[in-house]
């Protein structure tokens, strides 16, 4: 069964404290993995598409990166603003299905 | 370039009510997704249209639920009759395909007391 967890459920970082989210995935063939940054009361906002392992994107502080079984969103010396769920979502090739974890809650602290 | 759109923002309703969301997802995009969304959890799919075609409606629960796409544009979700489990975020979204990034609208914040 396809599957999405993410870690941690939720994290509290000082500003300027660098620091890592995890994404493990079982699929029977990626076609996609996505992460999205969803705001409280607002709908999932699209960061990344990783395709392939070893694929890196970045944008401003944060920094996706792909591998077999898992992604990570990097997050180089967050901001308050960076605070926010952080969802990865992942589709598979024989259903097209987008399959979303639960998400981690990022606080950050001025 | 607007965004996905979704009406009503907030609903609340009596147990044993209808009740219909409105989605007008980003022009050009042939792909349009209801997901519904629990507190704390991520969004779960429940219908999948391909222009005006519904491809994946698998967790879409048809005794109460229904959904259309008219002209593979707007979109509408309803629910008759509501039960108090309804209670979530429905969230409609877009992508030119199905395998390209999708756009998700603000969301409608269904309570059923």
């Known amino acids: 069964e396809d599957q999405v967890t993410q870690s941690p459920e939720a994290l509290r970082l000082q500003e300027g404290e660098s620091s890592s989210l995890n994404c493990s995935y079982t699929?029977?063939?990626?076609?996609?993995l996505f992460w999205y940054r969803q705001d409280p009361g607002k709908g999932p906002e699209f960061l990344f598409t990783?395709?392939?392992a070893g694929e890196e994107k970045e944008k401003e502080r944060l920094k996706a990166t792909l591998t077999k079984k898992e992604s990570f969103l990097h997050i180089t010396a967050p901001k308050p603003e960076d605070s926010a769920t952080y969802l990865c979502?992942?589709?598979?090739?024989?259903?097209?299905?987008?399959?979303f974890g639960t998400g981690t809650r990022l606080q950050v602290f001025p | 370039e607007a965004g996905v759109v979704q009406s009503p923002r907030y609903k609340i309703i009596e147990k044993k009510q209808p009740v219909a969301f409105w989605c007008n997802p980003i022009?050009?995009?042939?792909?349009l997704y209801w997901y519904r969304q629990n507190l704390g959890q991520g969004p779960e799919l429940l219908i999948r249209y391909e222009n005006e075609e519904a491809v994946d409606d698998s967790q879409l629960p048809k005794d109460r639920f229904s959904a259309e796409r008219l002209k593979g544009v707007d979109s509408t979700l309803k629910i008759q009759p509501a039960e108090l489990g309804d209670s979530a975020v429905y969230l409609c979204?877009?992508?030119?395909?199905?395998?390209?990034?999708?756009?998700f609208g603000q969301g409608t914040r269904l309570t059923v007391v």
């Open positions: 699929v029977s063939g990626l076609r996609g």
């Open positions: 979502a992942v589709q598979a090739e024989n259903t097209d299905k987008l399959i």
């Open positions: 979204a877009s992508s030119t395909r199905v395998d390209t990034e999708a756009f």
């Open positions: 022009s050009g995009h042939n792909t």
């Open positions: 990783l395709y392939s």
